[in-house]
């Protein structure tokens, strides 16, 4: 069984829209794109580079895979190219019918149920990127295995964010974390089982952690 993977650069405040550009994604009337660019640095140029340098499939939203899609594959010299042009794309969508880039296939039907299906074949992870829709889908039906973060240091207070309402209560566990010389956080998360609570009531403290019920 292979691992569900979302990367995502993110504000303080839990923005995720928009980060490379101005008209990457100007939905809700979103003036703030193209927060991230200020920020790059070899830190970050290695962090990307060891992500998109290992085998993987992407699984994406339409917005994003059409965004790539018109990107990728005429970026022959860029970095990641090569690979991400020949890596396997799940895309998810209920309105596009053909899909150009190569190695693209469309997942259509009861999406949790094929997402799980695409988990247990045998394969390289599976990368999320972007696709802010897509992943309130996999944060529901608790389907992400990984969180590779890249929390900037700015806030912007409006746009499409990482964890919505749906999002299940969950724990995770910190397996990697490292900071830019920009300051951009830059961690690793591994699914961790159900959240624990107790109490620091001095007078009814527990020795014990206990599950929390979603």
Known sequence: MRKLVVLSFVTLDGVMQAPGGP???????????????????GVMEKVMGGQMGNPYDLLLGRKTYEIFAAYWPRAKDVPFADKLNKAKKYVVSKTLRKLDWENSTLVKGNIPEEIRKLKKEDGPELQVHGSSNLIQTLLKHDLVDEFWLKIYPVTIGNGKRLFGVDTIPASFKLLESKTSTAGVIVANYRRDGEIKTGSFDLSNQTRELKPSKA
């Open 23 to 41: 008209d990457e994604d100007t939905s809700g009337n979103f003036k703030h794109g193209g927060w991230s660019f200020g920020y790059w640095d």
